[in-house]
């Protein structure tokens, strides 16, 4: 799979997702890095078919509106787990990662908790 991590997502989530070999891309290696505006990520998404990977932070719930509006970016893995620390939020995507693909090969909105998977329709 293709995803796209959001800057508020460590960059070694990219990297641990890239060591269990799928195509990821961090902000951070776009030219304008970190500050790459939610519409250009929107646009790689879609030109890409790349799942962008975003976190809830109570500030930043534009992607969540732009793909039930929109339906952009492409396909959406919503990051739902509250303040976890990078050891927690690696473990949940290891434990978790074989399903999390096989809902997003189905779903084109995928949120993950910290208990749960939740296909959105």
Same mark, same amino acid.
Do not use: C
């Given at each position: 799979? =293709?995803? &796209?991590?959001? /800057?508020?997502?460590?960059? $070694?989530?990219? /990297?641990?997702?890239?060591?269990? *070999? $799928? ?9 304008? *890095? #970190? ?6 990520? #929107? %646009?790689?998404?879609? %030109? %890409? ?15 969540? #509106?732009?793909? &039930?509006?929109? *339906?952009?970016?492409? =396909?959406?893995? &919503? ?7 990078? =050891? ?6 290891? =434990? #978790?990662?074989? /399903?999390?693909?096989a809902a997003l090969e189905i779903?084109?909105?995928? %949120? ?10």
């Open positions: 799979m =293709k995803f &796209l991590i959001d /800057a508020q997502l460590p960059r $070694h989530l990219a /990297a641990s997702l890239k060591w269990s *070999g $799928h195509d990821v891309l961090h902000t951070l290696d776009l030219p304008s *890095g #970190n500050r790459t505006p939610d519409w250009r990520i #929107n %646009e790689i998404s879609v %030109e %890409e078919q790349r799942i962008v990977v975003t976190i809830v932070v109570t500030k930043d719930s534009d992607f969540v #509106n732009s793909f &039930l509006i929109s *339906g952009v970016p492409y =396909k959406l893995l &919503l990051v739902s787990t509250g303040n976890v620390s990078n =050891k927690e939020l690696d473990g949940l995507f290891a =434990k #978790n990662l074989s /399903a999390i693909v779903y084109d909105f995928v %949120e993950i908790t910290r208990t749960s998977l939740i296909e959105h329709r």
